[in-house]
Protein backbone atom coordinates (compact mmCIF):
# COMPACT_ATOMS: atom_id res chain seq x y z
CA UNK A 1 0.00 0.00 0.00
CA UNK A 2 1.32 3.20 -1.03
CA UNK A 3 1.48 5.98 1.66
CA UNK A 4 3.04 9.43 1.98
CA UNK A 5 4.44 11.36 4.98
CA UNK A 6 5.19 14.57 4.82
CA UNK A 7 7.15 16.20 7.76
CA UNK A 8 8.93 19.89 7.96
CA UNK A 9 6.11 21.72 9.18
CA UNK A 10 6.14 24.08 12.14
CA UNK A 11 6.34 27.05 13.77
CA UNK A 12 7.96 30.07 11.74
CA UNK A 13 8.52 34.17 12.34
CA UNK A 14 7.68 36.03 9.09
CA UNK A 15 10.30 36.27 6.57
CA UNK A 16 11.68 32.58 7.68
CA UNK A 17 12.78 29.55 5.92
CA UNK A 18 11.06 26.07 6.38
CA UNK A 19 11.86 22.64 4.21
CA UNK A 20 8.96 20.22 3.77
CA UNK A 21 9.89 16.50 2.41
CA UNK A 22 7.60 14.31 1.71
CA UNK A 23 8.33 10.58 1.41
CA UNK A 24 6.69 8.12 -0.36
CA UNK A 25 6.51 4.30 -0.12
CA UNK A 26 6.14 1.90 -3.23
CA UNK A 27 7.63 2.23 -6.46
CA UNK A 28 5.41 4.54 -8.74
CA UNK A 29 6.76 7.77 -7.34
CA UNK A 30 9.27 7.96 -10.37
CA UNK A 31 6.71 7.70 -12.85
CA UNK A 32 4.24 10.10 -11.29
CA UNK A 33 4.00 13.73 -10.81
CA UNK A 34 4.19 15.38 -7.48
CA UNK A 35 2.32 17.96 -5.86
CA UNK A 36 1.92 20.67 -2.58
CA UNK A 37 -1.68 21.63 -1.60
CA UNK A 38 -2.15 23.87 1.10
CA UNK A 39 -5.66 24.58 2.88
CA UNK A 40 -6.10 27.54 5.33
CA UNK A 41 -8.97 27.27 7.76
CA UNK A 42 -12.50 28.18 6.49
CA UNK A 43 -10.69 27.93 3.07
CA UNK A 44 -10.36 25.55 -0.03
CA UNK A 45 -7.69 23.71 -0.41
CA UNK A 46 -5.24 24.80 -3.64
CA UNK A 47 -2.87 23.71 -5.34
CA UNK A 48 0.98 25.20 -4.51
CA UNK A 49 3.66 23.45 -6.52
CA UNK A 50 3.78 20.45 -9.52
CA UNK A 51 7.01 18.83 -10.34
CA UNK A 52 6.52 16.42 -13.22
CA UNK A 53 8.57 13.20 -13.54
CA UNK A 54 10.52 15.23 -15.68
CA UNK A 55 11.73 17.97 -13.37
CA UNK A 56 9.90 20.18 -14.92
CA UNK A 57 7.81 22.87 -11.95
CA UNK A 58 5.26 25.07 -11.45
CA UNK A 59 4.14 27.23 -8.72
CA UNK A 60 0.90 29.15 -7.63
CA UNK A 61 1.39 32.62 -8.55
CA UNK A 62 0.99 33.65 -4.54
CA UNK A 63 4.27 31.29 -3.98
CA UNK A 64 6.51 32.23 -7.07
CA UNK A 65 9.89 33.20 -6.73
CA UNK A 66 9.53 32.29 -2.65
CA UNK A 67 8.88 28.33 -2.83
CA UNK A 68 10.39 26.15 -5.13
CA UNK A 69 9.25 22.26 -5.27
CA UNK A 70 12.12 19.36 -5.92
CA UNK A 71 12.48 15.51 -6.16
CA UNK A 72 15.01 12.97 -5.60
CA UNK A 73 13.85 10.05 -7.25
CA UNK A 74 16.50 7.71 -5.61
CA UNK A 75 15.40 8.54 -2.75
CA UNK A 76 11.11 8.95 -3.08
CA UNK A 77 10.78 12.17 -1.62
CA UNK A 78 9.50 15.63 -2.45
CA UNK A 79 10.33 18.78 -1.17
CA UNK A 80 9.30 21.94 -0.57
CA UNK A 81 11.62 24.72 -0.10
CA UNK A 82 9.90 28.01 1.46
CA UNK A 83 11.15 31.08 2.20
CA UNK A 84 10.23 34.67 2.74
CA UNK A 85 7.42 33.15 4.51
CA UNK A 86 4.53 35.41 5.14
CA UNK A 87 1.45 35.06 7.60
CA UNK A 88 -1.20 33.85 4.45
CA UNK A 89 1.08 31.02 4.03
CA UNK A 90 0.24 29.81 6.87
CA UNK A 91 -2.08 26.44 6.73
CA UNK A 92 -2.02 22.60 6.53
CA UNK A 93 -0.02 21.75 3.66
CA UNK A 94 -0.47 18.00 2.00
CA UNK A 95 2.14 15.79 -0.79
CA UNK A 96 -0.14 14.76 -3.21
CA UNK A 97 0.98 11.69 -6.03
CA UNK A 98 -1.03 12.13 -9.79
CA UNK A 99 -1.13 7.98 -9.73
CA UNK A 100 -4.12 6.71 -10.18
CA UNK A 101 -6.99 8.06 -8.30
CA UNK A 102 -4.12 10.26 -6.62
CA UNK A 103 -3.30 9.52 -2.97
CA UNK A 104 -2.55 12.42 -0.03
CA UNK A 105 -0.63 12.78 2.81
CA UNK A 106 -1.76 13.29 5.88
CA UNK A 107 -0.60 16.97 6.25
CA UNK A 108 1.75 18.87 8.21
CA UNK A 109 1.38 22.39 9.76
CA UNK A 110 2.83 25.29 8.94
CA UNK A 111 2.23 28.72 11.34
CA UNK A 112 4.05 31.66 9.92
CA UNK A 113 3.53 34.54 12.49
CA UNK A 114 4.20 38.07 12.19
Known amino acids: QVQLVESGGGLVQAGGSLRLSCVVS????????MAWYRQAPGKQRELVALITTGGHENCADSVKGRFSISRDNAKNTVYLQMNSLKPEDTAVYYC????????WGQGTQVTVSS
Open 96 to 103: YQAQGRGL
Open 26 to 33: GSSFSISA
